[in-house]
């Protein structure tokens, strides 16, 4: 079973910045295929930024631009969402999931662990 924990949301400013932070721990927490997603209130969940078990893909959400990033540092078993440039817009709870495997995908229905959520606002 793998656990994840987020941490890092919090309020902050319009142009600001945050770094969400993910430990995934458990047999099997390794390597894996990571996630972040984020859903607004009466809003769908929705993909941010994937990377696969080693950094070197990753995913990010086209219409964020170069505003978020995402990578990992697999010999502390975590995983990042650096925030820049965040719009009111940005405002949701942010969740980090895992999945076995050794590719990429942005399908969030075939992510197995979730991480309870972080929340994230921004409001002038």
């Known amino acids: 079973q793998v656990r994840l924990l987020e941490s890092g949301g919090g309020s902050v400013q319009p142009g600001g910045s945050l770094r969400l932070s993910c430990v995934a721990s458990g047999r099997g927490a390794r390597n894996m295929i990571m996630g972040w997603f984020r859903q607004a209130p009466g809003k769908e969940r929705v993909t941010v930024a994937t990377i696969n078990w080693n950094g070197a893909t990753t995913f990010v959400q086209y219409a964020l631009g170069d505003r978020f990033s995402i990578s990992r540092a697999n010999s502390e078993n975590t995983v990042y969402l650096q925030m820049n440039k965040l719009k009111p817009e940005d405002t949701a709870t942010y969740y980090c999931?895992?999945?076995?495997?050794?590719?990429?995908?942005?399908?969030?229905?075939?992510?197995?662990?979730w991480g309870q959520g972080t929340q994230v606002t921004v409001s002038s």
């Open positions: 999931a895992a999945l076995e495997g050794t590719g990429l995908t942005t399908d969030s229905t075939r992510f197995d662990y």
